[in-house]
């Protein structure tokens, strides 16, 4: 499976339009890119998922550049309801192994 | 109804007690995992399980036992609860077109 990193917290402020990155530099040619988001005391819950370019849904945008060799996850006008934790994963292991993610803190 | 349940949902136990969790689901996944949790970090893979003949350690395996009795019912134990085994346990199953995800609710544990 391949590893990923992506900045341990980052904050912005309600409104906003929020980018996280991953890297993930060894990533095998047929691995999806798969971001969950993890409220407090809660399990993680599946936001978006990508094999290339860009794939939008109804709460985020994935932008996947050529190479693949990073994605970002892109969150239209947070709100504070958007503070959580983001992990990136990689691959469609039956093995699944979650990093310890981003956690984004929203700002009033 | 949820399609991943677990119970208990809280337990506080003493050490060398032998404890279980158990986890259900609805979603007809072959696939279920066991996960744990500790403040501030990711969740770390204790077992899972391709189906009900199928069972693999994952990163955290010791001190830890599981039990597949049906495609919708997987059990983790500890033979002999300590106090480091105190954390957040998730249950998930994966499946669907996306291979994602679906996780329950969590077993707040606590070991005194």
């Known amino acids: 499976l391949a590893k990923t990193t992506q900045p341990i917290s980052m904050d912005s402020y309600e409104g906003q339009e929020v980018n996280i990155t991953c890297s993930h530099n060894n990533i095998a040619t047929n691995d999806y890119i798969t971001w969950y988001q993890q409220f407090p005391s809660q399990g993680p819950r599946f936001i978006i998922q990508?094999?290339?370019t860009k794939v939008t849904n109804e709460v985020a945008s994935l932008f996947i550049p050529a190479d693949r060799k990073s994605s970002t996850l892109s969150l239209p006008r947070v709100s504070l309801s958007d503070t959580a934790v983001y992990y990136c994963l990689v691959g469609l292991s039956d093995k699944i192994i979650f990093g310890k993610g981003t956690r984004l803190h929203i700002l009033p | 109804d949820a399609d991943v349940t677990q119970t208990p949902r809280n337990r506080i136990t003493k050490t060398g007690k032998r404890i279980m969790l158990e986890c259900s689901q609805t979603?007809?996944?072959?696939?279920m995992y066991w996960y744990r949790q500790d403040p501030g970090l990711g969740l770390r893979l204790i077992y899972y399980?391709?189906?009900?003949?199928?069972?693999n350690k994952g990163e955290i395996s010791d001190g830890y036992s599981v039990s597949r009795q049906a495609q919708a019912k997987f059990s983790l134990s500890l033979e002999s609860a300590i106090p480091n085994q105190t954390a957040l346990y998730f249950c998930?199953?994966?499946?669907?077109?996306?291979?994602?995800?679906?996780f329950g609710p969590g077993t707040r544990l606590t070991v005194l």
């Open positions: 998930a199953t994966i499946g669907g077109s996306r291979d994602e995800q679906f």
């Open positions: 979603k007809g996944h072959d696939r």
């Open positions: 399980s391709f189906d009900v003949k199928d069972i």
């Open positions: 990508g094999y290339k």
